[in-house]
């Protein structure tokens, strides 16, 4: 199974900040990786597909890169509605498997 | 709008059963690959099963194979998951999540989710 391991678990900012999140794939993963936001009592809502696509409706504030084994999610200008914690998932193979999730809190 | 709703989640004794049921609308449902991804308090989320748009293929986690079997209604727009042998760590709440493309590269729509609880 491909292990995926988000850091941190946890991250404090304040609004108008820059956030990145990081997810490390255990094996090459190409670009088959994607961006999840959970706010608490919400369905989880798709942000990013395929390593850097938007998905439709999402802020342009979001935006993710890499390929291969690291990728980052990164929020430009933060806004309080962005409390919620982000999973990175890979489609590479199955099982699909998701990170451990990164609990984001506004200061 | 796509919606998805779960139904039929509960308490529920070790080694029960409980069968969800996910309603669909907003989309062509029977065009889609479904699946079921479950979290437990305090984890990340685990996919759990998948459907082809057809019905006739079907993926489970090493974790639930055996013991779940997920299908699917097209006339009824529903999916749906028939969980047996119910264990402790089976306790989730479990999402319907709609995949984008025919080899689920993401899930682009989920469901509010059910609470299952495995307990005596």
């Known amino acids: 199974d491909i292990q995926m391991t988000q850091s941190p678990s946890s991250l404090s900012a304040s609004v108008g900040d820059r956030v990145t999140i990081t997810c490390r794939a255990s094996q090459s993963i190409s670009s088959y990786l994607n961006w999840y936001q959970r706010k608490p009592g919400k369905a989880p809502k798709l942000l990013i597909y395929?390593?850097?696509s938007l998905q439709g409706g999402v802020p342009s504030r979001f935006s993710g890169s890499g390929s291969g084994t690291d990728f980052t999610l990164a929020i430009s200008s933060l806004q309080p509605e962005d409390l919620a914690t982000y999973y990175c998932q890979q489609s590479y193979s199955t099982p699909l498997t998701f990170g451990q999730g990164t609990k984001l809190e506004i200061k | 709008e796509v919606q998805l709703l779960e139904s039929g989640g509960g308490l529920v004794q070790p080694g029960g059963s409980l069968r969800l049921s996910c309603a669909a609308s907003g989309f062509t449902f029977s065009s889609f690959v479904m699946s079921w991804v479950r979290q437990a308090p305090g984890k990340g989320p685990e996919w759990v099963s998948t459907?082809?748009?057809?019905?006739?293929?079907?993926y489970y986690a090493d974790s639930v194979k055996g013991r779940f079997t997920i299908s699917r209604d097209n006339s009824k727009n529903t999916l749906y998951l028939q969980m047996n042998s119910l264990r402790a760590e089976d306790t989730a709440v479990y999402f319907c999540?709609?995949?984008?493309?025919?080899?689920?590269?993401?899930?682009?729509?989920w469901g509010q989710g059910t609470l299952v609880t495995v307990s005596s």
């Open positions: 459907i082809r748009d057809s019905g006739d293929n079907t």
């Open positions: 395929a390593a850097s």
């Open positions: 999540a709609k995949c984008s493309g025919t080899r689920c590269l993401n899930f682009d729509y």
